[in-house]
């Protein structure tokens, strides 16, 4: 009888040693590259081409978004990735490209839910506010080294809406952002996914937490209260009533390669607040 046991747990030890293995192979964030151990929502891959014609528009393998690798006489490298909010367009929770090609008139365009945290004051604290997202993103950079970009989240403002949001500790005077380049009428978040996170460098390259970059907009405002003028921080969440026309501006020179992964595990946003590199 117990050697049968023995041999037994020696045949269970083995199936749980394999299903470990295939796990592994499977499953390559325990490796240490840098992802979270979660379930993957979706994926994306904005891939940085030299010339547009030789881009194959019917490839409908994996979800794929074409930029300019860099500037050239006709076509500036400073591309846009459109935000559709996908349970609004689909009923659903989808990460999905709807327009492939981001550097033409109307940019590229990429479905994704929105990320189900509620906007708030930086600057006087978020208090009970729910600042946690229902999932994360992560980017790494890969292709040749020494290619670079950055990802700046982009959006036009409902001053009105701001204003009525009770977000603001006085009253309303501007707000101090810098202008995007695609839409000029939109304005560009003060941080955001920075060259020091899409740097391709030699070696293995890991997967960076920048669920906050892109999926809020950092607003910088001038605000009258009873003291006098201060600036206020006000993160707003993508697809937010405040917001219109979100978008990702992607500022390309030279990387080939941007992998964008979606996880089913929560970021709190707030760990980001300060971390302000993208000031006018």
């Known amino acids: 009888m117990k050697s049968r046991m023995i041999l037994a747990a020696l045949a269970a030890a083995l199936v749980v040693g394999l299903v470990s293995i295939v796990a592994v192979a499977e499953n390559d964030e325990v490796l240490g590259n840098g992802a979270p151990q979660a379930k993957l929502l979706g994926s994306l891959n904005i891939i940085g081409v030299s010339n547009p014609k030789n881009v194959n528009m019917n490839d409908k393998s994996g979800n794929t978004i074409f930029v300019m690798l860099k500037d050239t ?8 990735i459109y935000l559709t909010n996908s349970r609004e367009a689909v009923g659903e929770d989808v990460f999905e490209v709807v ?84 839409n000029p009428d939109a304005l560009a978040s003060v941080e955001q ?51 219109d026309g979100e978008y990702w501006e992607y500022d390309n020179d030279g990387l080939k390669l941007c992998q ?21």
């Open 73 to 80: 006489e006709t076509v500036d490298a400073v591309n846009a």
């Open 99 to 182: 327009d492939k090609v981001a550097w033409d008139a109307d940019g590229g365009e990429f479905m994704l839910p929105p990320p189900d945290f509620n906007p708030y004051n930086v600057t006087t604290g978020a208090g009970k506010t729910d600042t946690v997202t229902g999932y994360s993103v992560f980017v790494r950079p890969l292709g040749k080294p020494d290619g670079f970009a950055t990802i700046t989240t982009c959006a036009e403002l409902s001053t009105s809406a701001l204003v009525s949001s009770g977000l603001l500790s006085g009253t309303f005077i501007r707000t101090l952002n810098k202008s995007c380049v695609v």
């Open 193 to 243: 996914v920075g060259t020091d996170i899409l740097t391709r460098k030699t070696g293995p390259s890991k997967f960076a937490n920048v669920t906050a970059e892109l999926t809020s907009i950092v607003l910088m405002v001038q605000v009258q209260t009873g003291t006098g003028v201060v600036t206020e921080y006000i993160r707003v969440p993508i697809f937010d009533p405040m917001l």
């Open 260 to 280: 964008v992964r979606f996880y089913d595990v929560p970021t709190d946003v707030a760990l980001s607040d300060g971390s302000w590199n993208n000031l006018p």
